[in-house]
Structures are given as structure tokens and as C-alpha cells.
């Protein structure tokens, strides 16, 4: 089931929403505490799913069988983890491994300057293990309570305004966090003998005020979720706001959720521009029996993942919380040498028997140095500003970002001369226009002032010190190729195909890894582009001119750019009915890495078998059709990964398709059914629209198979009518 429309909000309403409400609340404490799960932490923190594959390898190597394939997503990972590390202490050792050097990430960067000013909330509620939070809150200098173990829940006041971190699953600081199932199930449970439990401390926060869910995946059965479905058995004081990281991340929230009334689910809105160009297709046929063959792979796109996927990721929802409730710097930020001056002094023995100049470390010394630094610096800048108003203009560039005032750090960004700033001011103006990056405006148009900004400030820097030119060509590089992206959901396709050609002109010639991937990357663009446009054959060269260029590479990037290229080869051969060429490609797949176990070069395969097929289909070699779709579910059928799956479900979808044309209607209906047997319980899109079909076509087939036992009883009755007549007339 989906929520009903109007609980369904775009960003900007739902974050109104919660100002309103915050600014109407007359209690002193915030309204809500905040949810957040490991999307706060990436790209610091691994995601689940990575470790799932990490540890999955573990345990292969030490000889444990596959029997996951069909688990849901938490049995998967607890399967995977502890067949990895069956003793707690190497899981925890592992995951420390992970988490403790990492860095912190830009949207923990955010949430603690949220919380430091307790305006929408003051404490955080989380299942990950990682202390980036802590990290944050100790960088601005922001004292804070944590608990990670039910014996600490008792630090918790929720009646107090200072800031309090809770890591429901504990932390990897030690062996007894909880991350199996089984752990997780046991944490989630109340208990008869205590209230010291984290499902009671949950309960309690849950009382009077509402979670923003944000980065969390909900894991059904945890106990997070376990409180949450507790607690909506009667209403809440102020709604409850989940921000989903992908539309198709709705979909898989457990019904209890979305039917709730006081449930608010946060979505993103399309963007304000579609491709208006038609794609080409090859034909679809229809046979006997309504054969309807789908297309295993149209061109596949090589356009930026975050333009195609559409995330909404934490640090855009937290940047549009604090631009709305207008967020000062940070202190640490605005006077960062007084702030280190001040922490000094706050922190040393200021006692009259021991005063600070006695101390063994002598720390007076090191403020007294930090304060005439200041002093110096101060001194300085107003020199500089009675000179010239740059670093005034920088500042309030610079400013703008740390407010999430992006659009407006960016207008002002052009109202400079880049090419007639100096060396230190370019410098800085750049790392404002990479922080700004960061976080993609939803207008296209905006997008692309931002890229164009990036590419201007790159070019002029790089000139000017040829020493980390590398470094920022890479940057530069990134950038051209999501210009060309965002030029081409603009409808401006020609305008994208001259930026990927200025790519391959400036880093065509490099042998830096980043740089040659981005000239594929723009090459395989290219000649997407060049098919919507319908020019098919001069697809085919700029494909050629990639398998020509990196043909040969080891690296995995290149490789997965040759596999695609000789797919979308593959599929402009099909537009142009040139079918025997295209099948040849699609065997040259397999053959160059049929053998691979990456994720990425393993879904190629799958799609050139796919591919392969269904040309077979189109030429009436319907029974060699059969035996490739067979092939694919031999290589494939065990796979875990959705990826993979789909193109599985989507290979006995057209198994089905070619058995009815061939009016074998028991081995279709056996195929249709087998679908629905592996993959009934899926809730992943792709997956599911393969089931869907399959339900429908089983309906058909049995249809059909009714109507053509029917026609062979009356024939048979009617020749036996004949035979009856024939023998009485004797």
C-alpha cells in the first residue's frame, strides 16, 4: 500500500511544516528528536550492503555454502556477518577496523550544527555504530551526553535541554553491540524485570515528542521500528517526518507505517525539465499466441548517478532544515583562534594555589601565542579590507555555504573576475565552489551555473599552480561531464555532446585513472546521446572509439565502460536491423568477462545474455532463444544482489514469452509460475515488475490453455458425431 497523497511532502513543505511547528511550541524543549541511520554517515561509514559483500567473501573463503539467497535484507547481513566472525569479538573488532579513522561526514557536519542550537531538536537516536556524531559535536566544541548499552540508559533525562546521542545497537567500542539479528531482535523487546532497557528509554522519548527519520533504512523487527509501531497505537503530538532516500524506499516500508495518519513521508519531487527527444527502441514483435518479448537493455545510461537516481540524501535534508530556521556560523568557524584561545583557558586549573602559569605544560604560554596571533590576523584582514574588498566578498561566499545558502554563495561566486584573482583567493573561492557541489540544487538551471563556476575557477587555478594541477583537472573534469549530463535534461542535447567532445580534447591524451575514466565516461555519453538523437551510426563510432581506446585496461572502471559500450553497440546494431552483428557483440561480452565477479561487469553478462535472446526472438529462433535464457538462470540463479535478480526474473519472463509462442503451454505456465515462486515476496522494483508481468501472462496462458482444451473437445465430439452418423447410414 503507498500513504495517502497529502502525506506525501516535497522538502521545502516538509521543512516548513516543522518550523511552524517549532516556532509555535511554547515548551522550552524541542518538539522532536531526530532518527538517523547510515545515511548520515556515507561516504565515511560503509553502508550495510557493503559489509553484507565483504563478509560474504570471508565466509566463502572459509568454506561456508551459500543458503542466503532468498533471506530478507537484515537475515541476509546477520547470515553473512556472523558466518564471517562467529565470535563477537572479531565483529567487533571488524567494524572497529572500519569506523574508527574515519572521517567525519558532511552531513554529521550539519546535524551537529543543528543540534548545537537546540532549535528543532537536542537529541539523536541511532542505530549505527559509528561515533562521527560524537566526533562533530567535539570539533564545535559542544559538550554532549552519550549512552550505547541499556545499563547507561539512565543518563538520559529527556526532560533536560543538553544534547544526548543514543546508539540503540551500542557502539564499536565494544564486543557487546548488537548487529545479528538475534541481537537486534533481543535489544528490541521489553522487559518484566527492569525499565533499564533501550525499548523503555525509546518508549519515553516517544511520549511526547515525534522522530524525523532521516538516513534510516527501518529494518522491521528492530528496535527502533518495534518502538515506533508501539507507539503509533495512538496519536501523536506532532507529526512524524520521514525522509526517504529514494522514492522506491517508500515503497518498501512496512504497511503499519504508511497507513498511520500522523505519518509524514518526505519524496522528491521530479525535475522541472524532462527529456522531451524520443528514445529509440528496437520493434517489438507479436506472434502467435500474443508473444510479447521485452527488451532486456535499452542504451544504458552513463549519465551522473545523482541526476538519474533522484537520492535525497541526509545532508540535503539537514542543509534545508538549517537554511530554513537561518542558522548562524558556527563559533568555531567565525573566530576559530579565539575559539581555541577560549577552549585552552575554559579547560586548564584556574584555582589560586594553582594558577594556569604553573601548570607542567605551561599552556599560558601557548594562549598568550594563539591570542597575539589573532591580534595579528585581525590586524591584517582590516589592512587588507582598506585595500580591497575580495576577502570581504570571499567571506560572505564562504559564509553563505556554511549556512546552506548555496544558490546565493554561487550568485555571488559570478559576480567576481575569476581571472583576475589572486592566487590566494582563487584558492579559496575554490574549496567554496567544491563545498557547494556538494549538494546539487534541485533546479537544473542553478545546477548548472554551479558546475560552470567549478569548471571556470578549475581551469584558471590549474594554470596558476601547475604543482596540484592533477588533483584539480579530476575536479574540473567531474564537473564538465555533469554539465554535459544536466545540458542533456535540459533538452539541450547538442550543447551536452560539444562538452563531452571538450572533455576528451583536454584529458584525452591523460594517464591518470580519474581522467581516463571521465573520458570514457563522456565518450559513452556521447554516443547515448547520439542515439536519442537518432543518429545511431555515429553511435556506433564514438563505441567503437572506447572499446579502441580501453579495450585493453585492468582497471575495473575502464572495464565496466568497454562492457557497456559494446552493450549500447549491441542495441544501436538492433535499431538499424542489423541483428547478426549484434549478436556477435553480445557473445564478444561473454567472452571478455564471463569470468569476472565483480558486481558491475556480472550484470553486463546478464545483459548481453539477455540482449542475445531476445535478437534470437526477433529472428524466429525461438528454441536458441530458449537455451540462452536458460543459461543466464544456470550463471545467475543464485544470485543475491537485486541486479542481478531482475535480470534473472526478467530471462524466464522471456523463457515464458517464447515457450507460449511456441505453444508449449504446460512449460510456460511452469515458467510463469516459477517466477512467482522466486521472486513473489520481492519488494525491489525491478523485481516486482517482472512479477507483475508474470501474473498477468500466467492469467493469459491458462486463459489461452482453457480455450484450447474447449476447441479440442468440440473437435473431438464433432468427429465422433461424423463417426456415429457414418456407422448408422451402414
Known amino acids: 500500500m503507498q500513504p495517502t497523497p497529502e502525506r506525501q511532502l516535497n522538502l521545502t513543505t516538509a521543512v516548513k511544516q516543522i ?5 509555535l511550541n511554547d515548551d522550552e524543549k524541542p518538539p522532536f528528536f531526530f ?25 566463502l573463503d572459509f568454506g561456508h555454502k551459500d543458503t542466503a539467497a532468498y533471506l530478507g535484507p537484515l537475515e541476509r547481513y546477520s547470515f553473512w556477518f556472523e558466518n564471517a566472525f562467529q565470535q563477537r569479538i572479531h565483529r567487533q573488532k571488524y567494524l572497529r577496523k572500519k569506523m574508527e579513522k574515519s572521517p567525519i561526514s558532511h552531513a554529521t557536519l550539519r546535524l551537529a550544527h543543528l543540534l548545537s542550537e537546540k532549535k528543532v531538536a537536542n537529541i539523536v537516536v541511532t542505530p549505527n555504530f559509528d561515533d562521527l556524531i560524537t566526533k562533530a559535536l567535539h570539533l564545535f566544541g559542544i559538550p554532549h551526553i552519550i549512552c550505547d548499552h541499556s545499563q547507561t540508559v539512565e543518563r538520559i533525562d529527556t526532560e533536560s535541554s543538553d544534547i544526548q546521542i543514543i546508539h540503540v545497537h551500542g557502539t564499536y567500542w565494544f564486543y557487546d553491540c548488537c548487529n545479528l539479528k538475534g541481537e537486534i531482535n533481543t535489544q528490541a523487546q521489553p522487559s518484566e524485570q527492569t525499565t533499564r532497557t533501550m525499548s523503555a528509554l525509546l518508549d519515553n522519548i516517544l511520549t511526547r515528542r515525534s522522530p524525523l527519520v532521516i538516513g534510516y533504512s527501518g529494518w522491521d523487527g528492530d528496535g527502533i521500528m518495534s518502538a515506533l509501531k508501539r507507539r503509533l497505537t495512538s496519536p501523536l503530538p506532532y507529526r512524524l517526518y520521514w525522509f526517504c532516500y529514494r522514492l522506491s524506499d517508500l515503497e518498501q516500508l512496512p504497511d503499519w507505517l504508511k497507513a498511520n495518519g500522523d505519518v509524514f513521508f518526505v519524496i522528491l519531487e521530479q525535475p522541472p525539465a524532462q527529456q522531451k527527444i524520443s528514445k529509440p527502441r528496437w520493434t517489438k514483435r507479436k506472434g502467435e499466441g500474443n508473444l510479447e518479448l521485452t527488451l532486456p537493455l535499452e542504451e544504458k545510461s552513463f549519465a551522473d548517478k545523482p541526476i538519474e537516481e533522484k537520492i ?30 577560549k577552549h585552552f583557558d575554559l579547560s586548564l586549573p584556574q584555582d589560586e594555589e594553582n594558577p594556569k602559569e604553573t601548570t607542567p605544560y605551561f599552556f599560558s604560554s601557548v594562549i598568550r601565542e594563539i591570542e597575539q596571533a589573532r591580534e595579528c590576523m585581525s590586524s591584517k584582514k582590516n589592512e587588507s579590507l582598506l585595500e580591497t574588498q575580495l576577502e570581504f566578498k570571499i567571506d560572505e561566499i564562504r559564509n553563505a555555504v556554511r549556512q546552506s545558502q548555496y544558490n546565493h554563495a554561487i550568485k555571488k561566486a559570478h559576480e567576481l573576475e575569476i581571472d583576475q584573482l589572486p592566487v590566494k583567493q582563487l584558492q579559496d573561492l575554490w574549496d567554496v565552489v567544491l563545498g557547494a557541489t556538494n549538494v546539487p540544487s534541485e533546479k537544473l538551471e542553478e545546477q548548472l551555473s554551479t558546475y560552470e563556476l567549478l569548471i ?36 539541450r542535447p547538442e550543447e551536452g555532446l560539444a562538452v563531452y567532445d571538450e572533455v576528451v580534447t583536454r584529458f584525452g591524451q591523460a594517464t591518470e585513472l580519474a581522467l581516463r575514466e571521465s573520458v570514457a565516461w563522456a565518450l559513452g555519453n556521447k554516443g547515448y546521446i547520439l542515439g536519442i538523437l537518432h543518429r545511431p551510426e555515429d553511435g556506433l563510432a564514438v563505441y567503437d572509439e572506447i572499446v579502441t581506446r580501453f579495450g585493453q585496461a585492468t582497471e575495473l572502471a575502464l572495464r565496466e565502460q568497454v562492457a557497456r559500450a559494446l552493450l549500447n553497440k549491441g542495441v544501436a546494431l538492433g535499431i538499424l536491423d542489423r541483428h547478426e552483428e549484434g549478436l556477435t557483440l553480445y ?3 561473454v567472452t571478455r568477462f564471463g569470468e569476472a565477479t565483480e558486481l558491475a561487469l556480472r550484470e553486463s553478462v546478464a545483459w548481453a545474455l539477455g540482449n542475445k535472446g531476445y535478437i534470437l526472438g526477433i529472428l524466429d529462433r525461438h528454441e536458441e532463444s530458449i537455451a540462452v535464457y536458460d543459461e543466464i538462470v544456470t550463471r545467475f540463479g543464485q544470485a543475491t544482489e537485486s541486479a542481478i535478480q531482475k535480470e534473472v526474473a526478467r530471462a524466464l519472463l522471456n523463457k515464458g514469452f517464447s515457450l507460449k509462442f511456441l505453444k508449449k503451454l504446460n512449460p510456460a505456465l511452469a515458467t510463469f509460475t516459477q517466477i512467482l515462486e522466486r521472486f513473489g515476496d520481492s519488494t525491489e522494483p525491478g523485481i516486482r515488475q517482472q512479477v507483475d508481468k508474470a501474473i498477468k501472462e500466467l492469467d493469459k496462458t491458462q486463459t489461452l490453455k482453457k480455450r484450447k482444451a474447449s476447441i479440442t473437445k468440440k473437435t473431438k465430439s464433432s468427429k465422433k458425431t461424423k463417426t456415429d452418423k457414418t456407422t448408422k447410414k451402414k
Open 456 to 491: 571556470q575557477c578549475g581551469v584558471t587555478l590549474s594554470r596558476q599552480i601547475p604543482e596540484n594541477k592533477i588533483p584539480i583537472q579530476i575536479h574540473v573534469a567531474k564537473a564538465l561531464g555533469k554539465k554535459g549530463s544536466t545540458l542533456s535534461l535540459l533538452d
Open 19 to 23: 518550523y511552524q511547528a517549532c516556532k
Open 35 to 59: 532518527i538517523v541511520g547510515a545515511g548520515l554517515s556515507v561516504p565515511s561509514i560503509p553502508l550495510a550492503a557493503q559489509i553484507e559483500e565483504e563478509c560474504k567473501q570471508i565466509a
Open 587 to 589: 557473445d564478444e561480452v
Open 312 to 341: 535525497l540524501p541526509a545532508q540535503k535534508v539537514l542543509d534545508e532544515i538549517n537554511k530554513t530556521f537561518q542558522l548562524g556560523t558556527p563559533k568555531l568557524l567565525d573566530d576559530p583562534l579565539g575559539f581555541l584561545a
